[in-house]
């Protein structure tokens, strides 16, 4: 591969969107003529090429199979780009981002995914100087290695692990924080590489796909005053398989008796629960605190520091996966693509 060349892959969301000359509505444009946008990237001097979905998807419709597309087609193009950059809404890039991190095995370059709070047709957009970096970032190489090959989130002058982010502000610009791992790098007037943190393979692997899920899940947030009737009704769904529990804290819940009763007969009929915290930073400590003893006893699996985004899609490919009750446990208390700092004193997975 001589030249560089960079994959853009447009799902859909805001950045896409231009005015409708006719009636000032906002309409997405083609963006194989992305650079009447952004004329600014012809000046980088490499091959751009595009693909976009057909029908374009908004982010809250996202689900499994939107996953496996893009995976594929990252798959197919493997070998004839540097990088690539996934435009995405941004509602659900941070699940987007875990799945396909787990997805794409023996990876070896860039899949940046991006966005905009602004359609890139307004005057005061976000997305062009995200798109214009994420570009670069795609791109970049030393010794003919890409410097960030990892699939992340590039968002207002930060680079982040995609697997560890969240978006936490829906109107501000820098609407994606990374509460437990720092950013890969930093855009000012340089592009400043975080190397330390930055996760580079020591094996020559070939990129290969996993692509089942099963969705046989549930979210379970705990809250003052939770109900048994809740509990029971989401704990009783046909066909449950796991529970991502959201607690408090560093992994604190009720110890209301029926709970915790509930919680063990769950476990016992096979269903995997894994604790998750629900603050943007910090970790899971079961058994710090009287309140997560009952949790451990139960069979509760902690996620130590992994965010809800993860802690979803990594359950849903190990489901899919039909691996054995014990085999799922130990691959959820792993890091499988640096979604959980599971040593604390060690910088990368």
């Not at 966005?115 to 003919?144: C, H, V, Y």
Request: hydrophobic residues 40%; negative net charge; aromatic residues 10%.
């Amino acid at each position: 591969m001589n030249e560089t060349a960079i994959l853009i892959i447009y799902t859909g969301g805001t950045i896409g969107m231009v005015n409708d000359p006719k009636t000032g509505a906002l309409m997405p444009f083609n963006f194989n003529q992305i650079s009447k946008q952004v004329p600014e990237l012809e000046r980088f001097g490499y091959r751009l090429d595009t693909i976009s979905f057909s029908p374009l998807i908004d982010s809250s419709d996202i689900e499994p199979a939107f996953w496996v597309k893009i995976a594929e087609i990252i798959q197919e193009n493997y070998h004839k780009y540097n990088g690539f950059v996934v435009l995405h809404g941004t509602d659900t890039m941070s699940f987007s981002a875990s799945a396909l991190s787990y997805m794409l095995q023996g990876l070896q370059k860039p899949v940046i995914f991006t966005g905009s709070q602004l359609p890139i047709g307004t005057l005061r957009t976000d997305g062009k100087e995200n798109l214009i970096t994420a570009i670069e970032i795609a791109a970049a190489q030393q010794n003919n290695q890409p410097l960030v090959p990892e699939v992340c989130i590039y968002f207002e002058n930060k680079l982040f692990r995609g697997n560890r982010t969240t978006k936490y502000n829906a109107e501000h610009f820098d609407a994606f924080v990374s509460g437990n791992y720092p950013p890969l790098a930093t855009a000012g007037i340089n592009i400043d590489y975080n190397y330390a943190y930055i996760h580079y393979s020591t094996h020559n692997e070939e990129l290969s796909v996993r692509k089942n899920f099963c969705n046989d899940i549930a979210l379970l947030k705990i809250f003052p005053g939770i109900s048994e009737n809740l509990v029971s009704a989401i704990l009783n769904t046909k066909n449950l398989k796991a529970v991502i529990l959201e607690t408090f804290g560093s992994g604190n819940a009720t110890t209301a008796p029926w709970f915790l009763k509930q919680i063990e007969d769950a476990t016992q009929r096979g269903i995997v629960f894994l604790n998750v915290t629900q603050c943007i930073a910090g970790s899971v400590m079961m058994g710090h605190y009287e309140t997560s003893v009952g949790l451990m006893k139960a069979g509760v699996i902690s996620g130590n520091d992994i965010t809800t985004e993860a802690a979803v899609t990594k359950v849903m490919l190990l489901l899919g996966e039909n691996l054995t009750e014990e085999e799922l446990q130990k691959q959820l208390k792993n890091s499988i693509a640096g979604e959980i700092t599971v040593n604390k004193t060690s910088k990368k997975h």
